[in-house]
């Protein structure tokens, strides 16, 4: 079954520290897999998209490794902010078409100052 | 969320009644999503549309319908609201599938069946 785990479930920080988030996938084939950034209330937000040939993708402080061998992401984060907080989405698609997301249960961040 | 807005954002219901969330567009986009958030769970995908009129279901379509009469309005149903189906309730659009096409979701609707 195609699965998408992350870890921590949360994590607490404080301001300007960097951390790591996890996750591990079994989806097959794989195709693309995204981050998505998501606040209390709202809906989530791209914040990467990687595909197979890609190793890193950088937006900002926010900083995506893809390891297609062993299906890992990380999703690093410099110099954390007060906005930091949020849950972070890590989704798995094993084509190009959208119906087929698999998403992760998300990560939650606090950054306290 | 620019471009996409879910009416209402919230709603408080009773079991049994019919329930419609809107999701509406004005970027002329050809795909639109309805997904269900639950503690726990991942995102899953309830119906999607691909066009005027063509629709299909998704991971958990069960108990829900959906409508898209144009392509700025996307309906979801719920024929006889359960408690199972207290939920959030989120809305996404795609110009087009694939990679090179980011997905923009709504804020989403709470809906609660008591």
């Known amino acids: 079954k195609n699965q998408v785990e992350q870890s921590p479930q949360s994590l607490i920080i404080l301001e300007g520290k960097n951390c790591t988030l996890q996750c591990n996938y079994t989806v097959s084939p794989f195709s693309n897999l995204r981050w998505y950034k998501q606040d209390t209330g709202r809906g989530p937000v791209s914040l990467t998209i990687?595909?197979?040939?890609?190793n890193t993708k950088s937006n900002g402080r926010y900083t995506a490794t893809l390891d297609a061998d062993t299906k890992q992401s990380s999703l690093h984060i410099t110099a954390s902010q007060l906005s930091d907080s949020a849950s972070y989405i890590c989704v798995v698609s094993p084509d190009n078409y959208g119906q087929n997301f698999v998403f992760g249960p998300g990560t939650r961040l606090s950054v306290l100052p | 969320d620019a471009g996409i807005t879910q009416s209402p954002r919230h709603k408080v219901t009773e079991t049994g009644t019919p329930v419609t969330l809107r999701c509406h567009q004005t970027e002329n986009h050809r795909y639109m999503y309805w997904y269900r958030q639950d503690p726990g769970h991942g995102l899953r995908l309830i119906h999607y549309?691909?066009?005027?009129?063509?629709?299909d279901k998704g991971e958990v379509s069960d108990g829900y319908s959906v409508s898209r009469s144009k392509t700025e309005d996307f309906l979801l149903t719920l024929e006889s609201a359960t408690s199972s189906q207290t939920s959030v309730y989120f809305c996404?659009?795609?110009?087009?599938?694939?990679?090179?096409?980011?997905?923009?979701f709504g804020s989403g609707t709470r809906l609660t069946v008591v």
């Open positions: 990687m595909t197979f040939s890609e």
């Open positions: 549309s691909y066009g005027v009129k063509d629709t």
């Open positions: 996404a659009i795609s110009e087009l599938a694939g990679a090179n096409y980011g997905y923009t």
